[in-house]
């Protein structure tokens, strides 16, 4: 039977008076719940350990470690163990603390906490990336709740995530999302969409229908805005040639690589490398 009632969750009974943010670590009940909450607060949480079933209003996924949900107060949902060892680390958040954070820094609208939708937008940590994650969160339990504190542990964070990949809401398949982190390795987006097909792992007219619905792109498409964000920070801070930016993108066609890289950027690979390098340190006359 679906699970229709819910409750709501109010910061001033779990973030102390005067803090920005309450951390805890649980290890969740394996039966199903009984009711689905929502808070007026925001949420991040991520699997530190096992198996957790999230349940939706619409529907329910299966999160694995190092799974991470940025959870906003018009979301509904609930945990459920998927087995004796599902352990989360869950962090409430002021809502006047993070409505200033998207307010100071326009990198954020559209992401996180600040993207509209339905469901919690899902992102994905791999074992070395979940560690770090886990130590700014120790140094985090241990200071003081402030609004400084939590930025000190936000920000590196969501730096590390705006990697150029659209976000994946958690509706989307497991596989997607994995499949979106790995095509950040050049190993990968080097062999474009055939690359993005091979890490997912699925027929390509599948992974086709399904990256359109969840991200709004074909696999090429969202391939080759990887590859020119990857191209532009090597133009800016390398002296690496054209010829040799372009292969290791996986793109030995100069003229094909330039076209991409002016739809991108709307500048050509060398007014951009000059205008972020020589004009920098030696400036011109205008």
Not at 32 to 58: I, K, Y
Not at 65 to 88: C, I, K, N, S, Y
Not at 208 to 231: C, F, K, V, W
């Amino acid at each position: 039977m679906d699970i229709m009632d819910h409750i709501t969750l109010h910061h001033a009974d779990i973030i102390p008076k005067g803090a920005a943010y309450h951390l805890t670590r649980a290890t969740l009940d394996t039966r199903r719940p009984q009711v689905l909450h929502a808070h007026d607060f925001f949420e991040l949480l991520w699997v530190q350990n096992g198996t957790v079933r999230h349940h939706m209003p619409d529907g329910r996924a299966d999160l694995r470690e190092g799974d991470m949900l940025f959870v906003r107060p018009d979301h509904t949902h609930g945990l459920q163990g998927r087995g004796e060892d599902a352990l989360v680390v869950s962090i409430s958040l002021s809502p006047d603390m993070i409505a200033d954070l998207g307010q100071r820094h326009d990198a954020l609208q559209g992401r996180f906490f600040w993207a509209d939708g339905p469901a919690p937008v899902l992102k994905h940590r791999d074992m070395r990336q979940l560690a770090t994650v886990n130590a700014a969160a120790l140094r985090l339990e241990r200071a003081k709740p402030s609004a400084f504190e939590a930025e000190a542990f936000l920000l590196p964070l969501l730096t590390s995530l705006l990697d150029g990949a659209p976000d994946v809401q958690a509706g989307a398949p497991q596989w997607l999302a994995e499949a979106c982190a790995a095509a950040q390795d050049p190993a990968v987006f080097r062999d474009g969409a055939a690359g993005f097909v091979a890490v997912a792992g699925r027929a390509h007219p599948h992974v086709s229908r399904t990256t359109r619905a969840h991200l709004g792109q074909s696999p090429s498409e969202y391939i080759n805005a990887i590859r020119m964000d990857y191209a532009a920070r090597r133009l800016s801070g390398t002296a690496d040639t054209l010829t040799e930016i372009a292969a290791d993108c996986g793109i030995p066609n100069l003229s094909h690589f330039h076209k991409l890289f002016l739809a991108h950027h709307g500048q050509t690979p060398q007014r951009y490398r000059r205008a972020r390098q020589r004009d920098v340190l030696q400036p011109a006359r205008a």
